[in-house]
């Protein structure tokens, strides 16, 4: 079997998700090419070499510009801050690599579009880890909506909601314009786009209005580095710093269909620990999904007769009748966060391996529409006006 060396850089959060992902794919997939865990990068060399070691990559490095060029590599996988994903994708591509990169694509539209151009002018392959399409329940709505079981859709719903960004948490970068790009919208928004993109199989064409608003505007400066978590392993220091991003922003928007939409992303909603979900209305029926019951989904069928019309609960985990199921335990057997990971990973060498994925996976230019509609919702907030995504380009 063909094998895949990957180099990946950063190791926090995502470092562990996309690490343990890597080392699991095969255990319960069987690709048509195999990845080996070549290289990580991070920036501490006493942390880079514990972590590369605990997780079962081969190298350790401290120097992203030297790894991402290295002959041995064949796939880049990027689990930086935003503000990194451009720099590190473009040496990368230059250097004739397929990259994977973390949500958003990028900090900036700007960046984002040079990514885009770079990857289609190298020729080489491209993924974005939006994983929560490759959450059985997601993957089933979207075959659901594309076998016509909701007829035209009507309202669009989307929500994520998070509650950690309390005033005790201090200045890390996802707090900052240039680590991060926007705030909470960048940050949840760009999941709830990807994913309602997703599942109805239309564009946003437009955002009708938005509102932004910053609630902490200083926070204390850190001393330590993001290591784990959201914000954990981090010590706030000395002194105050702007918090120069939004904590929550709302849209209104269009869809191509026809359907009009409402999205909120928020990170001090209290008691909504990680809230990411969507309800859409159609005219033969509806569906509800929300992340924190993830084995779920809701379906309203309007085409039954009126006296048993009623949601019906989904446990999507039945082998062969709902996406990856199948792959994992016997029916019934629930899955959990890490395994959207792990399906993204099955699905990445499915491509390099010249075969079809499970459900559509997003390129960089695909990516980039997502990153067309963050834009323009920015710029819907900043100037309290509507926004076309013709504006946007
Ligand atoms: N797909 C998802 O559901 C999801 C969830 C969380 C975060 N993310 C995205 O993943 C990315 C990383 O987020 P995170 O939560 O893992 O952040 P994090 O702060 O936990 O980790 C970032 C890592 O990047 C490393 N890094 C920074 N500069 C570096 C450099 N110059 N060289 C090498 N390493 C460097 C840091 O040391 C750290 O290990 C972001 O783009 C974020 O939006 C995606």
């Known amino acids: 079997m063909r094998e895949i060396n990957v180099a990946m850089i950063g190791e926090g959060f995502m470092g562990r998700t996309h690490s343990n992902a890597w080392s699991q794919v095969t255990k319960f997939f069987k690709p048509p090419v195999r990845p080996v865990m070549y290289t990580s990068c991070g920036r501490r060399e006493e942390h880079t070499k514990i972590f590369s070691n605990h997780w079962g990559w081969t190298h350790a490095s401290t120097n992203w510009e030297h790894t991402v060029r290295l002959p041995e590599i064949d796939l880049v996988d990027i ?28 900090g900036t539209l700007a960046e984002a579009r040079a990514m885009v151009g770079a990857a289609e002018q190298a020729r080489v392959q491209t993924f974005v880890w939006y994983i929560y399409r490759r959450c059985p329940a997601v993957a089933l709505a979207h075959k659901l909506v594309k076998d016509g079981a909701l007829g035209a859709i009507r309202h669009v719903r989307a929500f994520y909601l998070q509650d950690w960004a309390d005033e005790s948490i201090p200045l890390v ?23 309602t993109r997703f599942v109805t199989g239309e564009e946003i064409t437009e955002i009708s209005g938005a ?17 784990g978590g959201i914000a954990a392993g981090v010590q706030a220091g000395e ?74 609960t ?7 009748d709902h996406p990856y199921a199948e792959h994992w335990w016997p029916d019934a057997h629930t899955l959990g966060y890490e395994h959207g990971f792990i399906n993204q990973a099955y699905d990445i060498l499915q491509v390099l391996g010249g ?9 960089f230019h695909d990516a980039y529409q997502t990153q067309r509609v963050l834009e323009a919702a920015l710029v819907s907030a900043a100037e309290h006006r509507p926004v076309a995504l013709s504006e946007v380009r």
């Open 79 to 106: 689990v930086t801050p935003n503000f990194m994903h451009a720099p590190v994708a473009m040496a990368a591509i230059e250097a004739g690599k397929n990259v994977s990169c973390e949500k958003p694509i990028a």
């Open 173 to 195: 970068w996802r707090f900052q314009k240039e680590g991060a790009g926007s705030g909470a919208h960048g940050d949840l928004n760009a999941h709830i786009i990807d994913m």
């Open 211 to 227: 509102v932004a608003e910053t609630f902490i505007k200083q926070r204390k400066k850190m001393t330590g580095t993001a290591a």
């Open 239 to 312: 002194g105050t710093g702007p918090v120069t991003v939004d904590d929550t922003l709302l849209f209104l928007a269009r869809f191509s269909g026809g359907a009009v939409a409402g999205f909120e992303a928020a990170r001090q909603a209290t008691g909504n620990q990680n809230r990411n979900g969507f309800e859409l209305n159609g005219t033969k029926g509806s569906l509800k999904f929300d992340f924190e019951r993830m084995n779920e989904l809701q379906y309203y069928d309007a085409t039954r007769p009126r006296a048993v019309q009623g949601w019906t």
């Open 314 to 320: 989904i446990m999507c985990t039945h082998g062969g």
């Open 355 to 363: 075969h079809e994925p499970t459900v559509p996976i997003p390129d």
